[in-house]
């Protein structure tokens, strides 16, 4: 079994600034790939951005681009997503996934095994 811990997750003003982080444990394995998908209330689950563990590719939903950053840390099994110039709009829950097989679509939720339980992000205007 493999659990997903994310953190950092909080309140912010507008074109403020918010570092998630997920720390894998449990089961080892070498992740494929982890991500972060967030939903807001009423709206379904969304990807954000994963990387791949090589560290060779990222993606980023179209909306975050630029402003948000995927990256792994020194730790194994450590992911963060830095979140910069953030909106109301950005207002979600924010989960972490991992899925230690190839992905065909990295941006659908159904291609991860594993995930966290999630951490709050508001962002006030």
């Known amino acids: 079994q493999v659990q997903l811990v994310e953190s950092g997750g909080g309140l912010v003003q507008a074109g403020g600034s918010l570092r998630l982080s997920c720390a894998a444990s449990?089961?080892?394995?070498?992740?494929?790939?982890m991500g972060w998908f967030r939903q807001a209330p009423g709206k379904e689950r969304e990807f954000v951005a994963a990387?791949?563990?090589?560290?060779?590719?990222?993606y980023y939903a179209d909306s975050v681009k630029g402003r948000f950053t995927i990256s792994r840390g020194n730790a194994k099994n450590t992911v963060y997503l830095q979140m910069n110039s953030l909106t109301p709009e950005d207002t979600a829950v924010y989960y972490c996934?991992?899925?230690?097989?190839?992905?065909?679509?990295?941006?659908?939720?159904?291609?991860?095994?594993?995930w966290g339980q999630g951490t709050q992000v508001t962002v006030s205007s």
């Open positions: 996934a991992a899925e230690e097989f190839l992905v065909t679509h990295p941006t659908l939720p159904n291609e991860y095994d594993y």
């Open positions: 449990g089961r080892t394995f070498s992740n494929y790939i």
């Open positions: 990387i791949l563990w090589t560290g060779d590719s990222t």
